[in-house]
């Protein structure tokens, strides 16, 4: 399968790794939108929101608890901070690999869209 982020979690593509687990890859953006600017992928494909089912979702919550702990690991726990995963085009999803956002870092901008 060609899919950007499957060959980052491989290591064919290189990534600036922050966090790494059995079912979790975490790394950061290359093109940064806060000071902090993490995304939070699954290692198997799914290639977006609209493909969460009752079978593969736990990985979405596992995903939000590394969330947690990345945010307060990189210091914005208590300043604050959101995850974001865009699914199709009116969202702009660039990456059909599912992944999360983590920003934070600054005051983020309060319109949702
Ligand atoms: P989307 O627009 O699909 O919600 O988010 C895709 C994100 O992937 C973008 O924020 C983009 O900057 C990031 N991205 C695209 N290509 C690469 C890459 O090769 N390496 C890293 N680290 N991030 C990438
Ligand atoms: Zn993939």
Redesign the pocket.
Known sequence: MDC??CK?ISGD????KVYEDDTVYA???????APV?I?IVPKTHISSVNDITAENSTVVSHIFEVAAILAKDLGISESGYRV???CGAD??????HL?F?LLGGKQLKLEMC
């Open positions: 950007l982020f980052i593509i290189p990534s600036a790394f950061k953006d290359i093109n940064p939108m600017h995304l974001v995963s865009n969202a702009g999803q660039s990456v059909f992944h956002h």
